[in-house]
Every structure is written in structure tokens, then in C-alpha cells.
């Protein structure tokens, strides 16, 4: 596995990162314990060096299963883990206040069995906190040696600008896939222009680009999907499309859709990396693989020239949601 540094932070991961989001949390039946930490394990053993966690997956649950798998490994990996909601509860609103930053990172400290947290993300901005005190607080988390990188999750340009004049902003993790570009138009320019890395969550548009999930697909009832309007039978018998692209394409690689997509994240800049999650050992092996696929100019232009005349259906979260990105 090649490595790539986030932005001008210095700090240097595996091309490929591996989202932990869904062994417990949003994606139907959690993983047994046992096997969660042997897949997070796995994922070490194919190259895997960067792990994303946080403190509302569970909540809390998911960073105690990372804390656990990685603990005999901790010097060789990087653990990023993310503050910001109330009680940990991504449901019940924002909460950036900065004793609550630092109660989230003495527990998280504890929950992964580590001295320091090597990446930490606002997960969400708060609307009711300054930006300026929730960089300021990390800025002196960072000092005292417990955080070692600052973050943010789904933050608009004004909030990153704001935050890295505080304290430099090493990464912004946000969605970013072939169905959900509009990171493209300001933030990916800012990151460029600050020297920011950038941490594409749901590389794989939540499942559907791997070509496994079609219209007649049925969802666990935990399943956050089915919330989602894009995952209406309509929008995804519609968005079909976009699936068969990556189909031809990956039928001339030797390679899957998955790999494809992913691909693509990674011949976007140097300083992107992805972090697919999966709960299947078969499916990490895919991912890890996308790093070896090759896509030409030629490659990206044919798959520019057919986005362009794609449009996805259906908004990427519901309102409610919706309503907490970009800031």
C-alpha cells in the first residue's frame, strides 16, 4: 500500500483508509466484537494505516472496538476520532462548547486505550459556538500533547477558513464520491489553496457503486438508507446509470466497480484519501486493491464526458440532516 501526506500537516497515511462508521452503527446488525477487531486487524495486515472512528458510532461502542484492536499496533497506525455532538448523541444537536471538546477527549483517550488522538474532527460546526474557541481548544489539546491534528467534518469554506487561522486544519472529511461531487466547486479549491488533505467519506456512495444494490433491494430497519431519498427504489432504479459506467470501465481494468470508483477518488489529487467501510473481509480485500488500479487521462476523460450528462437523482440526505452540513 502507497502512502499519501494530508496537505502540508506532515502526517502520512495509507492510500486507502478504512471507515469503522459501520461495523456498529447506521448500517443494520452490528458486527460480533470479536469480529469487528479481527476485520480491523485484517484491514492492518493488507496496509491499512488510517482508522476513523468517533465518539457518537455506538455511541462510544465503535471507539472502544478500535481502541482494542489497534492497542498492539498503536505506533504504526494513525487513529482519527471525532467531538461534537451532545452526549455523544448525533441525534440530540450540536454541542462544540469547549469543556465538552475536552470531556470528548479524555474519554476518547481512555475508549482507545491510546496517549494521544492523532486526527480530531469537529464532526459537525456548531452554529451556537465560535470557531475560533473550538480551534483555539484543540489548538491547546494539541499543545498539551493528547491531539496531535486538527479536523473537520462537512464544514462549509467560511468555517474552515476561520478555523485553520487558529489552528492549522491537517484534514476535512466530508462525502465525496463519483455520485456526490459538490465538494468539487469550493471546498476541494480551499483545501488546495490552504494546504489541507481531504477525507472522503461514503467513497462508494453508501454501497450502491459496487453494483450490489438495486431497486428491488431491501434495507435491515436500523439501516440509515432508508432514510436517505436517494435510496428510493425510484432514484436508485434511476441513478442505474451511473452503476453501468463503472461497469465498462471496470470490465476493461480487470477490476470491480468498487475499485473503479474508488480509483477515481484517488487520480482526483494527491492528498485525498478515501476511507471505504465494510463488515466483509471479501469486500476490504476489494477496497485495498483499488489502490493498485491504474486509470489513464484517457480513462478520466471517459468518465468526465459521462458525468456530464448524468444527473443523480435524489438529495443526498433527508432535511433534517441535511441542514447540519456545509456550514
Known amino acids: 500500500m502507497k502512502t499519501r501526506q494530508l496537505g502540508k500537516s506532515g502526517l502520512e497515511v495509507s492510500a486507502i483508509g478504512f471507515g469503522c462508521m459501520g461495523l456498529n452503527f447506521a448500517y443494520g446488525p452490528p458486527l460480533e466484537k470479536q469480529s469487528a477487531i479481527a476485520l480491523i486487524r485484517a484491514a492492518f495486515e493488507a496496509g491499512v494505516t488510517f482508522f476513523d472512528t468517533a465518539e457518537a458510532y455506538g455511541p462510544f461502542t ?35 462548547r ?52 486538527f479536523g473537520l467534518s462537512e464544514a462549509g469554506v467560511q468555517s474552515i477558513r476561520r478555523a485553520h487561522a487558529v489552528q492549522p486544519v491537517t ?3 466530508s462525502e465525496y464520491s463519483l455520485w456526490w461531487r459538490t465538494p468539487e466547486a469550493e471546498v476541494l479549491p480551499a483545501c488546495e489553496e490552504l494546504g489541507i488533505g481531504f477525507v472522503p467519506f461514503s467513497p462508494l456512495g453508501k454501497g450502491f457503486l459496487t453494483g450490489q444494490i438495486d431497486d428491488k433491494t431491501t434495507f435491515a430497519k436500523d439501516d440509515f438508507r432508508n432514510i436517505v431519498p436517494r435510496f428510493s427504489p425510484e432514484n436508485r432504479k434511476a441513478n442505474e446509470v451511473l452503476v453501468e459506467l463503472l461497469g465498462s470501465i471496470a470490465a476493461t481494468k480487470k477490476s470491480t466497480r468498487a475499485q473503479i470508483a474508488i480509483a477515481w477518488l484517488l487520480a482526483q489529487k494527491p492528498w485525498i484519501v478515501p476511507i471505504p467501510g465494510t463488515t466483509k473481509l471479501n469486500r476490504l480485500k476489494e477496497n485495498v486493491g483499488a489502490a493498485a488500479v491504474e486509470l489513464t487521462t484517457a480513462d478520466l476523460s471517459q468518465i468526465s464526458d459521462v458525468l456530464a450528462k448524468i444527473t443523480v437523482q435524489g438529495d443526498r440526505y433527508p432535511a433534517s440532516l441535511a441542514a447540519r452540513a456545509g456550514r
Open 62 to 96: 465503535n471507539e472502544e472496538i478500535v481502541g482494542e484492536a489497534l492497542a498492539p499496533i498503536r505506533d504504526r497506525v494513525v487513529i482519527a476520532t471525532k467531538f461534537g455532538f451532545k452526549g455523544g448523541d448525533s441525534t440530540a444537536g450540536m454541542d462544540s
Open 171 to 173: 484534514a476535512v472529511q
Open 98 to 149: 469547549p469543556e465538552r471538546i475536552r470531556e470528548v477527549a479524555e474519554a476518547a483517550l481512555k475508549r482507545l486505550k491510546t496517549d494521544r488522538i492523532d486526527l480530531f474532527y469537529q464532526h459537525r460546526v456548531d452554529p451556537n459556538v465560535p470557531m475560533e474557541d473550538v480551534a483555539g481548544t484543540v489548538r491547546e489539546l494539541i499543545r498539551e500533547g493528547k491531539v496531535k491534528h
